[in-house]
């Protein structure tokens, strides 16, 4: 997957999982999976807000979840 802004990608189909997610993490973009996010928040029941590191317009900057599931994101302006 060649690196796009957020707002620049087209919109989504169904999810399988398998898609790529940019995250920032300790001020540098990782990639990861859908599926993986979803674990995150349904594995373990989170409730709460978890910040990103800094990044560029589009990338993530935090995610809400609440009893395990992601109810929020929020872009870098």
């Known amino acids: ?3 796009t802004k ?3 990608l087209t919109v989504a189909g ?3 999982g398998t898609e790529i ?3 920032v993490q300790g001020g540098s973009t990782k990639r990861t999976t859908t599926q993986f996010i979803s674990d995150l928040g349904s594995s373990s029941g989170l409730i709460g807000t978890y ?3 800094g990044g560029g317009s589009g990338d993530i900057a ?3 979840f609440n009893n395990g ?3 929020a994101v929020t872009l870098v302006p």
Do not use: E, K, Q, R
Request: aromatic fraction near 10%; charge should be negative.
């Open 6 to 8: 957020i707002s620049d």
């Open 1 to 3: 997957m060649a690196d």
């Open 69 to 71: 599931y992601l109810t």
């Open 14 to 16: 169904a999810n399988i």
């Open 21 to 23: 997610v940019p995250v």
């Open 51 to 53: 910040t990103f590191g």
């Open 62 to 64: 935090s995610m809400t």
